[in-house]
Structure formats: structure tokens, C-alpha cells
């Protein structure tokens, strides 16, 4: 199957130094690999928010039976490294973009979407007790000069406008009275909806709900084929092979070429980084007078994200170069950490204890796709939630596990409902990236110059 990045991105052997992996106590248990030939209604390849979600749904709901299938480990891909943000995301276009080339009616129907996803996830973790480190309520952007936050003024008017809620603007005094104090504040967007949580141990959680409702989770069992057999689905694993009636494709930044044809060369996963300093001191905190307790991002050239985690370490992550080799992780660890240092200056010298990587999964129309491929029956996927899917993947879990029932408990939206095609030149569609780190890297030179 054809690999995009170095093989360190896919190694299960390779540590991850994820403070999420140290942090978020015992694996899954009975997560035994795939042995022999064994069947099931429905199989779904891949263990992350998205497949954990729709195994739960399906069984819970219908009562079906479900095997996920699982390369390593429940939320060992990008489900367990991302950056815990539960946030209005999924689509790489905004809210307007989608209005242009879908209608005002759509647009509506999306930003709804979102704020169930956000909900959904809340529901879940509240119902089911899951101990995830639930963090603030709503999310913070941050201007750092004037022209970014008027465009926060454009912003906040188009979400009334079209989502029909008020995002509260802060003044450069009222962030640093009721945020942090730091340089280059020209003020903020406090949007209403979204909350910080620990990844490792959502996914994680998501798969103990599901084994509940009697899921069978096989992980260590990738998929290394794929055939048809007298109208069934036989996935071929290393020690054994699964047949069943329906399949979900669920391995989002993960997919593979080569995997099902459907999905060849459809996707383009864009490497991620994040970095976690040690715990800041009371008096570190104190220099900033930090107070926020909802997850942050800001405006500034190639787009980062942060927060200050429960037990006072500094979170960051951003972009995380094109290569995936060793090197290139090293490079963008120090990028991150002067991004700190850009951001917080007095927090300069705190040292920077993890650094990990995942995928960012994009499509060619920047879409999140939820759907039946047309000339094989059978088979589903839900994929591409353009660096936010700790609630879209969630909810998309749920929405194709409705697809799969024969019973959706609504209709999709149409920007989800697209067809999935391949990029025009597969081989190629890393170039999208060389390009936006490039212009991304000298639009923040010129910004801090």
C-alpha cells in the first residue's frame, strides 16, 4: 500500500512521546488480534473516533454485530494524538464558502451539524462517565494585531448570521484582564461552543462503551487485503481474515492507497505536531496572569492552537512539515517551541517535554464525505475532517452508522454527501502542502518583521 510520508509516521514500533499516550493510563483491554477465519455483520476498519463511534451506535442502537478492526491499538492513530480540541470544525471551507457553492439552507443545516457534534461528544463522556479531563467552556481566537481582529468582527457577524448566536468580542483590556497578559494582544473571539479534552483517553473510552454493548475490537490486525466472496467482504489480516456483509472504512489520515479502490488516492494526510512543556509553576502562570481554561488558536500565519492543560503544561501543535522523517520532527519541535516563546515570552525557558506527531486528513473539495460507494455494495466510509475531528469524527461515526442500519437518524447535509474523488495527479497531492508551508512561512516572517 503506497505511503506518502517516512516510514516513521506508520512504525507502531517507533515511540510516539505523546504526553497523551504517557498520561492516559491502561490500555484497552481484549483487544486480541484477528485468528483464523471469523465473521460478523459488520466489520470497520480503523479504531479511531470514527469507527469506535459507529461500532457503538451500531450495536447499541441496532443491535448489530460489529468487529472493529484495528491496525495497533484503539486510538493509536491520529484519534489519540490530536490536539483534544471539541470544537466547530470538518470541512476545510468556512461557513461562507460553503454558502457560495451550496446555498444559504445548507450552510444553516452544517453549523447545526457541528453543534450536535459538540454535544454528542459531551453526552457521551457525561452519560458514560469517562473520565476525559473536560476542560472550559467554548474557544478563544486570538488577534494578535488590528487587521486580525476586524476579520474577527467580520466572523462573529457571519455566525449570526448564519448560525444564529453571538461570539463575544474582547477588547485588547478584557483579554488581558480575563485571559492572559502578553504582547501583540489587539483582542479576541470567545466562541460559545467547544471544551478541551484528553484524546487517548476519549478514544479509549469510546471502546470500553462499545465493548459494553458487545463490540468486538481486534487490534495489531491490519488489513492487507481485500476481496469479494459470494457477495461478502473478506478482509485479510495477518494471522486471519474477516468476512462480513457490510464494511466501514474508517481510517481517515491513515487510508492507504490500495486499501478499496474508493478511497485511492482520494485523500491527503497532512502531518500535524504538538508539543507539551513541563508544568508551569504558580509563578510562572502569575507573569502572564493566565486564566483561560478554554482551548485557544490564534491568527497568526501557519495556524497554531494551544491551551495550558489541567496540570499547568503548555500545549501547542501546528503544522508539522511534509517529510515525516526523524529530522523534519526535530525542525518543527523547534519551530513550536519558539512559537511559545512568539506567543508567551516569559515562558521561553520552559522546557518542552513531548513532542508527537499525527495526520490532518484532507480531501480534494476540502469536504468531509459520509457515504455508500456506489458500485460496491456493501461498503461505507466517513472520512476527512480537515484537523477537527474530535466531534465531527464522533458524530460521523454515528450519521454513517444510520446509513449502514438502513434506519439515519437524519439526513445529511449535502456538503457531506459529495461524491469522494481522487486528487487530478495522486503521486502529486503533497505539492498542495509545499505550497502552503511555503506561503505560510514567509507570511509569518514578514508578520514578525
Known amino acids: 500500500m503506497t505511503r506518502l510520508y517516512?516510514?516513521?509516521?506508520?512504525?507502531?514500533?517507533?515511540?510516539?512521546?505523546?504526553?497523551?499516550?504517557?498520561?492516559?493510563?491502561?490500555p484497552v483491554a481484549d483487544c486480541d488480534p484477528v485468528e483464523g477465519d471469523i465473521d460478523c455483520d459488520v466489520a470497520v476498519v480503523g479504531g479511531g473516533f470514527t469507527g469506535l463511534s459507529a461500532a457503538l451506535?451500531?450495536?447499541?442502537?441496532?443491535?448489530?454485530?460489529?468487529?472493529?478492526?484495528?491496525?495497533?491499538?484503539?486510538?493509536?492513530?491520529?484519534?489519540?494524538?490530536n490536539g483534544g480540541h471539541c470544537c466547530f470544525?470538518?470541512?476545510?471551507?468556512?461557513?461562507?464558502?460553503?454558502?457560495?457553492?451550496?446555498?444559504?439552507?445548507?450552510?444553516?443545516?452544517?453549523?447545526?451539524?457541528?453543534?450536535?457534534?459538540?454535544?454528542?461528544?459531551?453526552?457521551?463522556?457525561?452519560?458514560?462517565?469517562?473520565?476525559?479531563?473536560?476542560?472550559?467552556?467554548?474557544?478563544?481566537?486570538?488577534?494578535?494585531?488590528?487587521?486580525?481582529?476586524?476579520?474577527?468582527?467580520?466572523?462573529?457577524?457571519?455566525w449570526k448570521r448564519l448560525g444564529g448566536f453571538d461570539c463575544e468580542m474582547l477588547s485588547e483590556g478584557a483579554m488581558r484582564e480575563r485571559m492572559f497578559d502578553a504582547p501583540n494582544i489587539s483582542g479576541g473571539m470567545l466562541f460559545p461552543f467547544g471544551f478541551g479534552l484528553h484524546p487517548l483517553k476519549y478514544a479509549r473510552g469510546l471502546a470500553r462503551i462499545a465493548q459494553r454493548q458487545g463490540v468486538r475490537i481486534h487490534g495489531n490486525s491490519p488489513v492487507l487485503g481485500w476481496r469479494r466472496e459470494n457477495g461478502l467482504h473478506r478482509l485479510e489480516t495477518l494471522r486471519g481474515s474477516v468476512v462480513a456483509r457490510k464494511v466501514l472504512i474508517a481510517t481517515n489520515g491513515f487510508t492507504r492507497d490500495g486499501l478499496h479502490r474508493a478511497v485511492d488516492g482520494c485523500l491527503l494526510p497532512a502531518i500535524s505536531e504538538?508539543?507539551?512543556?513541563?508544568?508551569?509553576?504558580?509563578?510562572?502562570?502569575?507573569?502572564?496572569?493566565?486564566?483561560?481554561?478554554?482551548?485557544?488558536?490564534?491568527?497568526?500565519?501557519?495556524?497554531?492552537?494551544?491551551?495550558?492543560?489541567?496540570?499547568?503544561?503548555?500545549?501547542?501543535?501546528?503544522?508539522?512539515?511534509?517529510?515525516g522523517s526523524p529530522a523534519s520532527k526535530k525542525r518543527w519541535r523547534s519551530f513550536l517551541t519558539r512559537r511559545i516563546a512568539e506567543v508567551w515570552p516569559e515562558w521561553r525557558d520552559v522546557e518542552v517535554e513531548c513532542c508527537w506527531r499525527g495526520f490532518v486528513c484532507l480531501s480534494r473539495d476540502r469536504l468531509t464525505h459520509v457515504g455508500a460507494v456506489p458500485d460496491d455494495p456493501g461498503v461505507f466510509y466517513s472520512l476527512a475532517y480537515h484537523g477537527n475531528g474530535v466531534a465531527m469524527a464522533t458524530w460521523s461515526g454515528r450519521a454513517v452508522a444510520g446509513l449502514i442500519s438502513g434506519r439515519p437518524n437524519r439526513a445529511l447535509p449535502a456538503t457531506m454527501t459529495q461524491p469522494l474523488k481522487p486528487f487530478p495527479f495522486?503521486?502529486?497531492?503533497?505539492?498542495?502542502?509545499y505550497r502552503r508551508y511555503g506561503g505560510g512561512m514567509l507570511r509569518s516572517m514578514l508578520a514578525r518583521g
Open 89 to 158: 470544525g470538518g470541512a476545510g471551507l468556512d461557513p461562507t464558502e460553503i454558502e457560495d457553492r451550496f446555498g444559504e439552507e445548507t450552510a444553516r443545516w452544517n453549523i447545526a451539524v457541528q453543534r450536535e457534534a459538540i454535544d454528542l461528544v459531551h453526552d457521551l463522556a457525561t452519560a458514560n462517565e469517562l473520565d476525559i479531563d473536560m476542560q472550559g467552556r467554548g474557544e478563544l481566537c486570538v488577534a494578535h494585531n488590528a487587521k486580525a481582529l476586524a476579520e474577527l468582527r467580520e466572523e462573529t457577524a457571519m
Open 426 to 433: 495522486p503521486a502529486f497531492r503533497k505539492l498542495a502542502l
Open 274 to 323: 504538538i508539543v507539551a512543556t513541563r508544568p508551569l509553576t504558580d509563578a510562572e502562570l502569575a507573569r502572564h496572569r493566565f486564566q483561560a481554561s478554554v482551548p485557544l488558536y490564534d491568527k497568526r500565519p501557519l495556524f497554531a492552537y494551544f491551551r495550558v492543560l489541567p496540570d499547568r503544561r503548555i500545549h501547542m501543535g501546528g503544522a508539522g512539515g511534509t517529510t
Open 6 to 26: 517516512h516510514d516513521a509516521m506508520y512504525d507502531p514500533a517507533r515511540p510516539l512521546d505523546s504526553y497523551w499516550e504517557a498520561s492516559a493510563g491502561e
Open 57 to 81: 451506535h451500531l450495536a447499541r442502537d441496532e443491535q448489530i454485530g460489529v468487529r472493529v478492526i484495528e491496525a495497533v491499538a484503539p486510538g493509536w492513530g491520529a484519534s489519540g494524538r
